[in-house]
Structure formats: C-alpha cells, structure tokens
C-alpha cells in the first residue's frame, strides 16, 4: 500500500505561480513511477506530467515550458511547480504512484487549483 498526500492548491490570477506537493509514503521502494494528473469540472481526467525512478520527465503538451515536475527522494516527495498560470489550468490536481509489476496505481486526495483571468 502506498498513501498519497498533496498540498499547495489555492486560487492564483492568471501569470501567477504555484507549487504542489506530494508526499509518498508506505511501499515507497514499489514505485515505478509518479503522475500528476488533474480534472476540470465536466472533463475527465487528464496527465499532467510523470516523473520516473531515474528522474525522466513527462509532460502534456499544454503545460511544456510552464509546468516543472522534480522529486526529492530522501523525502519520498514530489512537486509540481507551475508558472504563467492560465484560467484553463484551473482543475482539482491529483498525484499519483504507480506500480507496474503489481498493476497497482495510487491516488492522492486531489488538490484545488484555481486561477482567475
């Protein structure tokens, strides 16, 4: 079992900044890899970005060049910065672990993020 814990959501105007974090903890050394993910009211949910063991990043299209995923291993924490926010980022944010071997995929609570024009 792995428990995912995400802070750092709030309401930003648009071009500002925030940064989420996620702190991993449990069967830590299973993961693979870590994902954000985030959905907007009437959407489903889509990646963000992942981050591998060895650091490889991931991100979708619309956030390449604004959004930054990085890892903090003696922490087992991951965050999520992001920078020139824009209203269509506005989304309840999750992070996630995954476990290939066992098919195993981990949720965190989700986060708000609002951002306003």
């Known amino acids: 079992q792995v428990q995912l814990v995400e802070s750092g959501g709030g309401l930003v105007q648009a071009g500002g900044s925030l940064r989420l974090s996620c702190a991993a903890s449990?069967?830590?050394?299973?993961?693979?890899?870590m994902g954000w993910y985030r959905q907007a009211p009437g959407k489903q949910r889509e990646v963000v970005g992942t981050?591998?063991?060895?650091?490889?990043?991931y991100y979708v299209d619309s956030v390449k060049g604004r959004f930054t995923i990085s890892r903090d291993n003696a922490k087992n924490t991951v965050y999520l910065q992001m920078n020139s926010l824009k209203p269509g980022d506005t989304a309840v944010y999750y992070c996630?672990?995954?476990?290939?071997?066992?098919?195993?995929?981990?949720w965190g609570q989700g986060t708000q993020v609002t951002v306003s024009s």
């Open positions: 449990g069967n830590t050394f299973d993961i693979n890899f």
């Open positions: 981050i591998s063991e060895s650091g490889r990043t």
């Open positions: 996630s672990a995954h476990i290939i071997l066992k098919g195993e995929v981990y």
